[in-house]
């Protein structure tokens, strides 16, 4: 058992924010992430390769810090009274008790299934990009981005940038929406700036809005997509797809823990609290909002979790501000409902257990799926088809159990030993 | 840190950069699929940020590795379905 002040959770942009500001007040502090690097889902792969000099910046403060890491880990379960996480390493496991713990565990892509959508080479846009700079040779493929949000223009420049050609960039949201946003980005410079040189390095890559990937063709894996605008549909010969419909947030964790949900999202207040004394809440788990929302948070929990409240309070006009800008992005590329025609009733929405759309739309709610057709209950714990779940038939999960991650038996013993010798010496 | 790792893909002998993952690295070596479903249908990685498990391979006689989430170490023996 190891003990601290600040447990975080999540080394991404909140997480590094968070372990920094807490820093400041001479806290001990545990990060913890399952990633090998710290840097989250926007700046993975470490200072070095970091093109933004905020990445660098903030990579660099982040090292600089006295601070014990856990990388490569998983908290497979938690407990509030007193906060007590369940860590899984590579070497084995660790129990770890904090007097206050903040979630940093930042959002994963939405997966919305479509005929063909389990074909090898259909990944997701920040997946396919997260592979890329992982080593996946991408140099001379055929690659359609499709989906929805500002990822997908990003993901596109990249991977022009590295010498694939990105045959479409495919937007589900109408350009009378996109416009409007285009529009409020003009009250943000730093983000016109951005918007900008995005704009050149897209260059002669075709941005369809309105559109959308039908089906995805191959024989064991990739070959084409077929696309959808307006009424007409035609095919695309590509080596990859890259389709996601924006950001889902990883709130299991703080579910487990019994704090406080508004809808989808972590409830928090303006100091980044959740409804469970001591626990703290920051960046994408509390909604979607952008790298600029996900480093204020964690700063202004990292103030907070360690008593600072007066320089915390300081950080709120530079948070009202990124959150404006998330609220016009949320709007702006809102899922169409056509998107919940897409699958068929043979089309699997459950990609662990194979449970099919038919299968799905014969039950009421995701309680039941899961008891009859063991929809969300392989691996993924309903990762992948939960927000998918969410979208095509508005089902929430309403309860999440531990292990939130399939953990080794030996880590689950280890747990239930250290219960045992608590009980017994009581 | 060498420059390149070797590793072996299904029993190839290969070499590739030092911090590739062994996803990236099983498809480097040519392959599409990483494992079955249990339905039958070949499947590779989705997200690669380590939460939809499509990606598992086997590592060193271990199973059910998230091959996304785990870099490439010399030595290392990397087996798909
Ligand atoms: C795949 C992907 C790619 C993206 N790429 C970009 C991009 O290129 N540009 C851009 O502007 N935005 C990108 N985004 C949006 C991005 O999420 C935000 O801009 C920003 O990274 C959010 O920061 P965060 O700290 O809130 O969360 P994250 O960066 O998501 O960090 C959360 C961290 O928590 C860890 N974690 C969560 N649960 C656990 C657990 N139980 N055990 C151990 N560790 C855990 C994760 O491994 C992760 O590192 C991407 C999002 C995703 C999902
Ligand atoms: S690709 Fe999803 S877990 Fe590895």
């Known amino acids: ?426 | 840190m060498p420059d390149t790792v070797e590793i072996s893909v299904n029993g190839r002998t290969m070499r590739v950069p030092a911090g590739t993952s062994v996803a990236s690295a099983v498809f480097a070596a040519g392959l599409t699929q990483f494992r079955t479903s249990v339905s039958g249908e070949p499947r590779a990685p989705l997200c690669g940020m380590g939460i939809c498990f499509e990606c598992r391979v086997t590592i060193d006689n271990q199973p059910h590795c998230r091959s996304c989430q785990i870099p490439v170490q010399p030595g290392m023996r990397i087996s798909t379905t």
């Open chain 1, 1 to 426: 058992m190891t003990g601290t002040d600040v447990g975080i959770l999540g080394a991404g942009p909140a997480g590094m924010a968070a372990a920094i500001r807490a820093h400041e007040a001479g806290a001990r502090i545990i990060v913890m992430d399952d990633n090998p690097g710290a840097g989250g889902q926007i700046w993975r792969g470490g200072e070095r390769t970091q093109t933004s000099s905020q990445a660098r910046q903030w990579l660099r403060r982040f090292q600089g810090i006295e601070q014990f890491t856990l990388a490569n880990c998983r908290v497979v379960s938690a407990e509030a009274n007193p906060l007590k996480l369940l860590v899984e390493t590579g070497a084995g496991a660790e129990e770890i008790v904090a007097r206050s713990l903040i979630l940093a565990t930042g959002a994963r892509e939405i997966f919305l299934p479509f005929p063909g959508w389990t074909l090898p080479g259909v990944m997701g846009v920040g997946g396919l990009q997260a592979m890329a700079k992982s080593g996946l040779p991408i140099e001379g493929k055929t690659i359609v981005v499709a989906g929805s949000g500002p990822l997908l223009l990003a993901v596109a420049a990249y991977l022009k940038g590295h010498g694939a050609e990105v045959k479409l960039i495919a937007e589900q949201a109408p350009r009378s929406a996109l416009t409007r946003f285009g529009v409020k980005l003009l009250r943000t410079p730093g983000k016109l700036a951005q918007a900008a040189s995005l704009q050149l390095s897209l260059l002669g890559i075709p941005y369809l809005q309105s559109c959308w990937i039908e089906r995805a063709e191959g024989d064991g894996h990739l070959e084409a997509v077929v696309m959808r605008r307006d009424g007409k549909t035609w095919t695309v010969a590509c080596d990859y797809a890259a389709v996601a419909y924006g950001l889902y947030p990883n709130a299991e964790m703080a579910a487990l823990l019994g704090c406080r949900m508004s809808g989808a999202v972590v409830a928090v207040d303006e100091l980044q609290r959740t409804s469970i004394e001591n626990i703290y809440c920051a960046g994408e788990c509390t909604g979607i909002g952008g790298v600029d929302l996900s480093i204020v948070e964690g700063e202004i929990a990292g103030y907070a979790a360690t008593g600072n409240l007066h320089r915390a309070r300081k950080l709120s006009g530079r948070r009202k501000r990124a959150q404006a800008f998330a609220d016009a992005l949320n709007t702006a590329f809102a899922l169409r409902a056509e998107l919940k025609q897409l699958p068929r009733a043979d089309t699997f929405v459950c990609r662990c257990e194979d449970v099919t759309f038919a299968r799905l739309q014969s039950v009421r709610s995701f309680r039941v799926a899961k008891l009859h057709t063991r929809c969300g209950m392989g691996p993924c714990q309903g990762r992948v088809c939960g927000p998918a779940a969410d979208f095509l038939f508005g089902w929430r999960t309403e309860s999440v159990r531990p292990p939130v991650f399939p953990a080794r038996l030996g880590t689950l013993i280890t747990k239930q030993s250290e219960e045992e010798e608590i009980t017994a010496s009581q």
